[in-house]
């Protein structure tokens, strides 16, 4: 199934994870906070959190500003 | 001590993380500046190259208080999203609010800027809210709770230093939360001068990761506002029309 990730399009496998989502893109151990459609998703229920196509997921971190 | 929302700090200045020529001239300038707030912004990760360096892995995050702000928001929703991001690091309490009113100015945009400071206070964010010099809206802000109003020198990033000294006098007097003047800053005299007239504090970026030598001005403004500040607390003179002697004009040899 088809989700858009920071505005691209990605390929997940069907009732795959956020959790696993991170980890496809080697990212568990960084400082990124995610949201599911607008929803922040608690880093602690990453691995329960299911993908359904369409999601817009949104990944992100500090960057330097000021 | 500078007091923000239960949090006490020694340093009076606040530097922001944006635009350094390299991590390793940002982390020493970091460090030369002895600030104990850093700011950051936040942006999505750039996820297909898993070899970007992350600036926050070079900095001792231990040390530092972080100030996420909410630029890039142009309403309160966005900047209320952004803020819940930046919260959600689990890193911060802190929220810089700032919404963007004018492209070409940077300004911020008043009745956006309230909004999204009033529902975050209302969330629990310890709020300090980046806004024009209008003295109404400084009180506004803090009589809707605001932790401390950020007036803006000038626009962000311009270096034009102060331009309203008045309404900034103004801002500063009626206030009984910190004001930090914030943005527009361009030089250590600049940063002295926002002090001396008794800002809480200063928080700038561009005036060191722009400069030259960013280590050394990033020093210069460690100075800068220990000095504005000191001449604040020891009260300057009053400006006189004509000149006035400071040798004796008795015992004058003939």
């Known amino acids: 199934m088809q989700i858009h990730v920071n505005g691209r399009q990605v390929e997940v496998a069907k009732d795959s994870t956020i959790g696993e989502l991170l980890k496809s893109f080697n990212i568990q151990a960084k400082l990124a906070v995610v949201e599911q459609n607008q929803q922040i998703i608690n880093k602690t229920v990453y691995d329960e959190t299911i993908l359904t196509n369409g999601d817009t997921i949104e990944i992100v971190h500090f960057v330097g500003g000021g | ?254």
């Open chain 2, 1 to 254: 001590m500078l007091t923000i929302g239960g949090k006490s700090f020694h340093s009076r200045l606040m530097l922001g993380t944006g635009k350094y020529p390299t991590f390793q001239s940002q982390k020493k300038a970091v460090i030369a500046s002895k600030t104990e707030i850093l700011t950051f912004a936040v942006r999505r990760m750039n996820i297909f190259d898993e070899n970007e360096p992350n600036l926050l892995e070079e900095l001792d995050l231990q040390q530092y208080d972080l100030l996420p702000n909410t630029a890039g928001a142009k309403t309160a929703n966005e900047a209320v999203r952004i803020a819940r991001l930046a919260k959600a690091t689990g890193l911060c309490d802190m929220i810089k609010v700032e919404v963007i009113g004018c492209e070409k100015t940077l300004l911020p945009d008043p009745f956006e800027t309230m909004k999204a400071s009033v529902q975050l206070l209302e969330e629990g964010f310890t709020v300090l809210t980046y806004t024009s010099d209008d003295v109404v809206l400084a009180k506004r802000l803090e009589e809707a709770g605001v932790h401390a109003i950020m007036p803006g020198a000038s626009p962000i990033g311009s270096g034009q230093g102060i331009i309203n000294t008045m309404n900034l006098q103004f801002i500063i007097e009626q206030s009984d939360i910190p004001v930090i003047v914030d943005a527009g800053i361009g030089s250590p005299s600049d940063a002295a001068y926002a002090m001396e007239l008794g800002a809480d504090g200063v928080l700038l970026n561009t005036a060191v990761s722009g400069a030259k030598g960013p280590i050394q001005m990033a020093e210069a403004m460690r100075l800068a506002v220990q000095s504005g500040r000191l001449g604040y607390k020891a009260g300057r003179i009053p400006k006189r029309m004509y000149g006035m002697k400071s040798s004796p004009e008795t015992a004058m040899i003939e």
